[in-house]
């Protein structure tokens, strides 16, 4: 008797990515992003783009003092192919979930 084994195809976990260090209101959207490929605001989509100039335009006085924490973030934490470029963040988004 031939047994036949089918191999899910495994998607990576993001379970060591540190978001303690980020600001409590951006937190949970990061979270999501990251983790389901979910669609975040203006702001962290600027950053996510590296598109800084975009993000300061669009962010208010409490989220522009956080902005430090965020790229900070993005480039200690965050998985290299979520964020970077416009064509990255495009990719991410497209990707499995």
Request: aromatic letters at 10%; glycine letters at 6%; a positive charge.
């Amino acid at each position: 008797m031939t047994t036949t084994t089918t191999l899910s195809k495994r998607q990576p976990t993001y379970a060591f990515v540190n978001y303690d260090a980020l600001p409590t209101h951006l937190a949970p959207g990061l979270r999501r992003y990251v983790e389901e490929r979910t669609p975040v605001g203006g702001f962290l989509t600027a950053c996510l783009r590296n598109e800084l100039h975009e993000a300061v335009m669009l962010c208010d006085d409490r989220t522009l003092a956080t902005l430090r924490a965020v790229v900070f973030f993005l480039y200690n934490e965050a998985p290299s192919p979520c964020w970077g470029s416009p064509e990255k963040v495009k990719a991410w988004l497209g990707g499995e979930r």
